[in-house]
Structure formats: C-alpha cells, structure tokens
C-alpha cells in the first residue's frame, strides 16, 4: 500500500516522460543529441529507447530512408 502512495504522488504525466527522457541521456528535448543513451545501455536497448522517444516527440517517421553507407543513420531510420 505504501508503495502505491509514492507511485501516486510525485510529477504527473508530461513531467514523467521528461524525467525519464533526461534519464536515458535525451536531455527532455526532441533535439538533443543521444550520446549519452548509448553510454548507459546497450546498443539494442538504446535504440529502441531513441524509437520510443522520437514517436512520442515528433510522431511517425517522415524522412527519407538514409543512404547505405551510414548504418547509425540506416538503424535510426529503420
């Protein structure tokens, strides 16, 4: 039971998402770099967290696929 007073009280929802997003190295904004995420976790998590965090701050993706030659790039994009 007490757990779920702590759960309860503490930052709303916009506030969550930030907090977690300054958390795994995004830095709250749809516009910071994402180094530090691959400094915390593993390659795989961390692109899936970069995936979460740019669906929820900037939606689908509509950019072209990238060129070959860059995999950061082609692994973001896919």
Do not use: H
């Not at 907090?19 to 910071?32: E, K, L």
């Not at 950019?63 to 950061?72: A, D, L, V, Y």
């Amino acid at each position: 039971m007490e757990t779920m007073a702590r759960i309860g009280s503490g930052l709303s929802y916009p506030g969550r998402f930030y907090a977690a997003a300054v958390y795994a190295g995004f830095g709250g904004s749809p516009t910071a770099a994402s180094r530090d995420v691959a400094s915390k976790f593993s390659n795989d998590a961390a692109l899936i967290l970069y995936a979460l965090y740019q669906q929820a701050t900037v939606g689908p993706c509509n950019i072209p696929k990238p060129r070959g030659w860059s995999p950061i790039e082609q692994s973001k994009w896919t």
